[in-house]
């Protein structure tokens, strides 16, 4: 929803009905992730993209019914399905697209959820998209950290609901959550897609040098939130730094330690270490490594700055399992030199992690292209349907 946030506001304010087709759940090479959205406006305007043009026009036709009876609909499209070539899904991939009518009326608290977006609080939307009683399917509930408003539809769903998605709330992504038709846990029948925003993850690269440039530009290309941190306020100014969203002169260990404190570095959080100099290194990997919910901490320098800097962290009372956790030297191999080289590399390896690739290239590989699971696992074949339709 987030990517045609604007204009569903701008028609939900007009007291227009809206149409809204969201990817829901994917499996295999999908085109586009959880999340993704279509709208079907007033005059039959379409924004947006579900598929990235592979099956907008069907989903163009189920939001007409939609905008017609007010009825949601959940579709699956893929090569599994015999009219698959008819919607033009030839990606390989699957997905479960749910189509509903958004107006005042159908979803009131889309104001209040636009602006929790719009000024970067974490917010996120639970929304039934099955169940075996339709009078379910739409209700919704919407969470923050502290309060939620909305129901789903018994206290025990409610209860289930609302400390699942303040869990994915805590994490940052969007998911698909399964349950019993009364909220069980170990049941089937209930699927509530939960749509998450929360502010972009952080990129904090440590060390102001031309490499941190590069490494700034590239953060933010990828959408992250960049911090440069460095002791040194000769170096670490906003001149150098342009592409970075903030500079901060401070001892990286210290800023660091407050950030942790302060809850501001959360499991998407990635850190780059540039400085390769101990007196900086060491204090800030000593807490780094120490943090669990850290995604990445990747440390530059040479094989030789690298068996220092472990004998160095091995002498601080690091465990084994905490030096796993270090990529270093930092980055793919890709034979890289200049600063934007290094960049790219540092980058392929952040998302290598973040997905479970082998930084290998695709012509030397077979299977998925696109990795869904963290852990690098192979994707979960979609459950099978008997129809094409799943519910209307």
Known sequence: ?????????????????????????????????????????????????????????????????????????L??????????????????????????KVSPTTFPELEGVAEDIDGG??????????????????????????????????????????????????????????????GERRGEGMRVFAAVYAPAPRM???GAIDFAAACARIGSFL???????????????????PEADEVVVDWPHRYLTAQLEAGRIDSRTVICLLTHDPKFDVPLLEVALRAPQVAYVGAMGSRRTHDDRMARLRESGLTQEELDRLSSPIGLDLGART?????????????????????????????????????????????ALLDHQIMT
């Open 1 to 73: 929803m987030r990517d045609v946030l604007e204009e569903l506001v701008q028609w939900w304010r007009a007291g227009e009905d809206v149409a809204m087709g969201t990817v829901v759940a994917t499996w295999r090479s999908s085109p586009r992730g959880p999340g993704a959205s279509m709208l079907i406006g007033p005059g039959g305007q379409a924004v947006g993209s579900v598929s990235g043009g592979c099956v907008e026009g069907a989903v163009y036709e189920v939001g007409e019914e939609v905008l017609h009876d007010g009825t949601p609909q």
């Open 75 to 100: 579709h699956r499209y893929g090569v599994s399905d015999d009219d698959a070539m008819a919607v033009g899904l030839t990606c390989g991939g699957i997905l479960d697209i749910y189509v509903e």
């Open 121 to 182: 609080r974490p917010v996120a939307v639970a929304t039934v998209v099955e169940h075996p009683d339709p009078a379910w399917v739409g209700r919704r509930m919407v969470v923050h950290h502290e309060d939620h408003s909305g129901a789903i539809g018994s206290d025990r769903a409610d209860a289930a609901v609302l400390d699942d998605v303040r869990g994915l709330l805590a994490g940052g992504h969007s998911e698909t959550l399964t349950y019993g038709p009364d």
């Open 204 to 206: 904090l690269v440590f």
């Open 223 to 241: 959408g992250y939130e960049v911090t440069v941190c460095d002791a040194r306020p000769v170096f670490a100014t906003r001149t150098r730094f």
């Open 339 to 383: 600063p934007e080289e290094t960049a790219v590399s540092i980058a392929a390896e952040i998302i290598a992690h973040r997905w479970g690739g082998q930084g290998q290239p695709l012509t030397d590989t077979r299977g998925p292209i696109h990795h869904t699971n963290r852990d690098g696992a192979p994707d979960e074949e979609a459950p």
